[in-house]
């Protein structure tokens, strides 16, 4: 199964119109782009690239980022990601069976690092994810959550438009 089945072509259903992005933000902060592109290429190394687009998707869904939802889905597929795991993330706590520990402690920091609702990361949720990574890799895990972060409010803040992308197109 490919990102291709799950396309419908354009004009053969009644679709609402696509909006427009309210900026091309990478043409008009060029030099902001590249940084965020060396930042993430950066913040990934060392973590294996299927639990970092689980991080990827769940910070994305809270963040309501259709274009980083979208680019992830479609890299965790061409990855070798199932799609039962990718659609259960959005109810990961009542889903957990489906996961490793690991993978659950990644999530859980997640949601943590990206909501902040009560203003910190708990104590009992960076140290479940310290059990899990050694302190380099929950350094970089702590890195990539904060960039996929950042990547979320530029497309959220100048509404960027999902359903273009195709997988490994910018690796990021």
């Known amino acids: 199964m490919t990102t291709d089945d799950f396309k419908d072509t354009p004009g053969t259903k009644d679709y609402a119109p696509e909006h427009t992005p309210r900026l091309d933000w990478a043409t008009h902060a060029p030099e902001v782009y590249k940084a965020m592109v060396r930042l993430d290429a950066a913040a990934r ?10 991080v990827k998707i769940r910070a994305s869904q809270l963040n309501r980022c259709a274009l980083c939802l979208d680019m992830h889905a479609k890299d965790a597929l061409a990855a070798g990601e199932s799609v039962e795991r990718i659609v259960q993330l959005s109810a990961w706590e009542e889903s957990r069976h489906f996961y490793t520990e690991k993978e659950l402690a990644a999530l859980e920091l ?36 904060t960039v996929i972060n950042a990547w979320n409010r530029f497309g959220v803040a100048t509404r960027q438009v999902p359903g273009h992308y195709t997988p490994g197109q910018f690796n990021h």
């Open 45 to 54: 190394r060392g973590l294996d690239p299927l639990l970092l687009e689980l």
């Open 110 to 145: 997640t949601e943590a690092v990206t909501v902040l609702t009560d203003g910190f990361v708990p104590d009992e949720v960076y140290e479940k994810a310290a059990l899990h990574f050694k302190e380099a890799e929950l350094a970089q895990l702590i890195a990539a959550i």
